[in-house]
């Protein structure tokens, strides 16, 4: 059972729109910085979001990402069937260990 | 580029030890923290350690506190991961990843494509 609960899946159709949501604590979320990865099957990690809402360069701007409170939240929009992965969010908790969601797989209709 | 490359995988059985190492090209290695995830089969990721850039500051997942040590020999530009008394539930791809900054809270920021460890009698 993860500390950062995101949902198991979602599912859009090409071109729509999708959000994740990661929810944490005051402990973790709450002050430090959210990253989110993507992983495609049968690859590594890919660093998607850093620092709440920055893309690393390369990273299409159809991924954004953001925090409120001890929430954070990516968004992908314009679909495609290609995004099919799973996606995990990453922060830091004050306990000095670092977290991951459970990952949302993203079912592209 | 920036490249990780991890080596060290294997099958090993209970109890017993492996060195990962994670060789780094492409960066200045000795600025950056380093990071070893890992990711059990069917299962999603999970945070091992990780080593601040000067080899200061080290944070172990209380899954493997006492029994794994990280390490960096910065002279080589290598990652290292000692991993003793080996479980089951130790089985996974071991990912080595830089972090963007030279201190543990960076994110992860390249990423290695893995080695397997498989703990088996």
């Known amino acids: 059972q993860s500390v950062l609960t995101q949902p198991p899946s979602v599912s859009a159709a090409p071109g729509q729109k999708v959000t994740i949501s990661c929810s944490g604590s005051s402990s973790n979320i709450g002050n430090n910085y959210v990253a989110w990865y993507q992983q495609l099957p049968g690859t590594a990690p890919k660093l998607l979001i850093y620092e709440n809402n920055k893309r690393p360069s390369g990273i299409p701007d159809r991924f954004s990402g953001s925090k409120s409170g001890s929430s954070a939240t990516l968004g992908i929009t314009g679909l495609q069937t290609g995004d099919e992965a799973d996606y995990y969010c990453?922060?830091?908790?004050?306990?000095?260990?670092?977290?991951f969601g459970g990952g949302t797989r993203l079912t592209v209709l | 580029q920036v490249q990780l490359v991890e080596s060290g995988g294997g099958v090993v059985q209970p109890g017993r030890s492996l060195r990962l190492s994670c060789a780094a090209s492409g960066l200045t290695f000795s600025g950056y923290a380093m990071y070893w995830v890992r990711q059990s089969p069917g299962k999603g990721l999970e945070w091992v350690t990780v080593?601040?850039?000067?080899?200061?500051?080290?944070y172990y997942a209380d899954s493997v506190k006492g029994r794994f040590t990280i390490s960096r020999d910065n002279s080589k530009n290598t990652l290292y991961l000692q991993m003793n008394s080996l479980r089951a539930d130790d089985t996974a791809v071991y990912y080595c990843?830089?972090?963007?900054?030279?201190?543990?809270?960076?994110?992860?920021?390249?990423w290695g494509k893995g080695t397997t460890v498989t703990v088996s009698s």
């Open positions: 990843a830089t972090a963007g900054g030279p201190y543990y809270y960076y994110y992860m920021d390249v």
């Open positions: 990453e922060t830091w908790d004050n306990s000095l260990s670092a977290l």
């Open positions: 080593i601040s850039y000067d080899d200061s500051s080290k």
